[in-house]
Each structure stands twice: as structure tokens, then as C-alpha cells.
């Protein structure tokens, strides 16, 4: 009998497996889709989750970032990391940099999904297969969270992403945040020729270039540099009733989201992930639901907050302006989140 199957091998899954390698466990990944697998994402490392990649063995192959950077058309404030550089990395790169790290490490993948998730009190079924436990980390729709009966319902608006890159040489280290009445374009540099730029927005239905106009100052940087394939993800805010049920057990963005805002979904993935494997190696999984509220409540409390207030035009159009007026406070809160968890 399998020790843990891991269902999803995307990054957290990834980090999941070598998480179970390191302790001893005999591991699986489940995974249909051949690596490297792209997502419309940030594409940042906050330096919490540099280190912890790092101390996985994981190459990491990007551009440092220093810090966070807030623009709107008139105003722009900085708030550099005090404790390392965050990096830039194209997810496609962090995806192949994690699968080399997990096969280093003996970690089986098999390409196919998981379908049937069974209880037998000491242990789950997983597709008719036995196994001690069954970790998901399947992404923001997980089906094995759906297949659990832990998928809950949101009451917050639904907002979206789009993501593209463009080919220019990054103008800065640092990740910028431009805010618009439309959404949130995220800037990275992960690349020596390439900026990724992603876009979040309540308005489903536009498109990636019209919403990218609503950011002059963004679109004068760019200066009409080509621009790849655009990808799309969403609804991003995502609830879960719990995150463990007999010994299934949830991590990454399968156990519950709320919004990129505050771009550190790597990290609180890999802090989820150790402690996750935590538990198992103890026997003790129903105190991984504790432990995830632990790690996440600082960045779900930030986000949720940050997400509701810019609801309202007024305040939104005056997020860049109080943090420029309090530039300590904005210091503060960029490197509360960007610590490990």
C-alpha cells in the first residue's frame, strides 16, 4: 500500500511529493497532463518561498525582484523586501525545475487523473487502489475536492485573470501593481528579454488588450513590444468547507482561495504542503485543518480585506495615494506577506 498519493501535478503538488520524499514516505503523483503545465499567474516568488524551493533542491532560473512596486497614472510608491530577494520565474520554468527536482528524488509520476476517492477508516481507495492518504493539490476547480463533498460557495464577487508576455528587457527588479478602475495589471520581469503582465478584473467579458489600455503608463513602458499567447483563469475566489475528511487531505489553491492581490500563492502552497506531510508522518491528519488555518489566516485576512475595499471606486482610486502618504505602513504590510509562512 501506497503511503500518500498526491492528486495534481502542478507546482504544490510537486512540492507535496518532495515534501513525502524527504520523510521517508513511499509517494505518487497523479497527473494527466504532460509537464511543463503553463497558468495564468503572477509568475513571482516572494523571498519565503525562494528560500523554501531552495532548500528542496528546486533550480530556480528567473530574475530577482526586490521588492513590490504601486502605480496608478500619476503616483507610484516602493516597498523593497528586508530579508532576500523574491524571483521572478515564467511558471513553465518553476513547473520544469520542480518535476527535475522530484524525479532527483525518486518521486513516481503517473499520467493519469484521479477519479474515485473511497474512505476505508484507516486508510482512503483511490481509484479502487489503496493508499494511507490521499493529499490534493489539484488547483483552484479541484475535482477531488468537489469528489470529497468539501467544496463550498463564495459570496464575494467573482474576479478573473489574464496573462501574456512580452518580449522587452524588464525596466525594473521590482514587481509593479498598476491600479486602474478596470483591475490590477501585475508586472514581472522573469526573464532577461521578458515581463510577464497579468491582469485581474471583475469584467469577464473583455478582452486582454482593451483591459491593458485602461494602464497608460503601462502600455507606455511596453511600447508596443510584442506580446505572447494570453491565458485566462478564474473564478479565483474558491471555498472549501474544510480541508481534511478521513484521510484526505487538501493543499495549494484546492484547499480554499481567495484572490492573487497579494501574489503569494507559492509560498502558502509550500508551507501548506510541509505541513500537510507533517501530519501524515504523525498520524495525525485532522490536525493539518488547524495548521492550515494557522498559516493562512495573516494573508486570507490582508487579501479579503484589500479585495472589499477596493470595491468601491472612491477607495480604490485611493489605495496608491494613502500608500504613498504612508509608506511605512505599505512596508510593512508587502513584508508581512512576504515572510515565510
Not at 198 to 205: H, N, V, W
Not at 303 to 308: A, C, M, S
Request: a positive charge; aromatic letters at 4%; hydrophobic letters at 45%.
Amino acid at each position: 500500500m501506497r503511503d500518500v498519493v498526491v492528486a495534481g501535478g502542478g507546482p504544490v503538488g510537486l512540492i507535496t511529493a518532495l515534501f513525502a520524499a524527504r520523510a521517508g514516505l513511499d509517494v505518487v503523483v497523479r497527473e494527466p497532463r504532460r509537464g511543463p503545465v503553463d497558468k495564468a499567474c503572477g509568475e513571482g516568488l516572494m523571498p519565503g518561498a525562494v528560500v523554501g524551493l531552495r532548500e528542496l533542491g528546486v533550480e530556480l532560473r528567473g530574475r530577482p525582484i526586490a521588492g513590490i512596486r504601486y502605480m496608478d497614472t500619476q503616483r507610484s510608491v516602493e516597498a523593497p523586501f528586508r530579508d532576500g530577494a523574491g524571483m521572478g520565474v515564467r511558471r513553465t520554468t518553476l513547473h520544469s525545475g520542480l518535476a527535475e527536482a522530484a524525479a532527483a528524488a525518486g518521486v513516481e509520476v503517473d499520467e493519469a487523473p484521479v477519479k474515485d476517492v473511497q474512505h476505508r477508516g484507516d486508510h482512503v481507495l483511490v481509484d479502487g487502489v489503496p493508499a494511507q492518504f490521499l493529499i490534493a493539490a489539484d488547483g483552484l476547480h479541484s475535482p477531488t475536492r468537489r469528489a470529497l463533498g468539501l467544496e463550498g460557495a463564495s459570496c464575494m464577487p467573482r474576479r478573473y485573470a489574464q496573462r501574456a508576455h512580452a518580449a522587452i528587457t524588464p525596466w525594473t527588479d521590482f514587481v509593479e501593481v498598476h491600479w486602474a478602475s478596470s483591475g490590477e495589471a501585475y508586472v514581472t520581469p522573469t526573464a532577461d528579454g521578458q515581463v510577464g503582465v497579468a491582469i485581474l478584473t471583475r469584467q469577464r467579458g473583455r478582452d486582454f488588450h482593451d483591459l491593458l489600455a485602461d494602464h497608460p503608463r503601462l502600455v507606455e513602458r511596453l511600447d508596443g513590444a510584442p506580446l505572447g499567447r494570453v491565458r485566462g483563469a478564474g473564478p479565483l475566489r474558491q471555498r472549501a468547507t474544510g480541508r481534511v475528511r478521513g484521510n484526505a487531505l487538501l493543499v495549494g489553491d484546492a484547499a480554499g482561495y481567495v484572490d492573487a492581490l497579494t501574489g503569494e500563492g507559492i509560498a502558502l502552497g509550500l508551507a501548506q504542503a510541509r505541513a500537510a506531510i507533517a501530519a501524515v508522518v504523525d498520524g495525525k491528519p485532522q490536525r493539518y485543518e488547524r495548521d492550515w488555518r494557522l498559516l493562512t489566516w495573516r494573508h486570507d485576512l490582508m487579501t479579503t480585506g484589500l479585495v472589499t475595499a477596493s470595491r468601491a471606486p472612491l477607495v480604490r482610486a485611493g489605495i496608491v495615494p494613502a500608500a504613498q502618504r504612508l509608506p511605512a505602513v505599505f512596508g510593512w504590510a508587502v513584508n508581512q506577506l512576504a515572510r515565510p509562512a
